[in-house]
Nanobody
Framework: VQLQASGGGLVQAGGSLRLSCVAS????????TAWFRQAPGKEREFVVG????????RYADSVRGRFTISRNNAKNTVYLQMNSLKPEDTAVYYC????????????????????????WGQGTLVTVSS
């Protein structure tokens, strides 16, 4: 599975951006795709994830109500609509995909972990100016 993330850029606080993650290659009957982010000097953290089959999603507390994840099955694409952006949202955003453990992150609310995701995109930089 190859993941291609895009859509990052520079935006002022309060603005919006939409990230895209296109999947290609091998497909699975069910899987989860998530967005992680990593700010300079910080650990990579879970932002939001979605289960392909059911469309159920899980959001980190820091972005709930501002970010929305969605998918287009026909295009094998996951979108992340980011509104009301804050300077603390500045980071490199990575999309990632995984199967059983990643699905559990979404469905069972187990602690999300980057270790649960087998496939990663290259990252796209989001910079929010104050």
């Amino acid at each position: 599975v190859q993941l291609q993330a895009s859509g990052g850029g520079l935006v002022q606080a309060g603005g919006s951006l939409r990230l895209s993650c296109v999947a290609s290659g091998r497909t699975f009957s069910d899987s989860a795709t998530a967005w992680f982010r990593q700010a300079p000097g910080k650990e990579r953290e879970f932002v939001v994830g979605i289960r392909w089959n059911a469309g159920s999603a899980r959001y980190a507390d820091s972005v709930r109500g501002r970010f929305t994840i969605s998918r287009n099955n026909a295009k094998n694409t996951v979108y992340l609509q980011m509104n009301s952006l804050k300077p603390e949202d500045t980071a490199v955003y990575y999309c990632a995909a995984g199967r059983y453990a990643a699905i559990a992150d979404i469905v069972r609310k187990t602690p999300p972990s980057r270790m649960h995701y087998d496939y990663w995109g290259q990252g796209t930089l989001v910079t929010v100016s104050s």
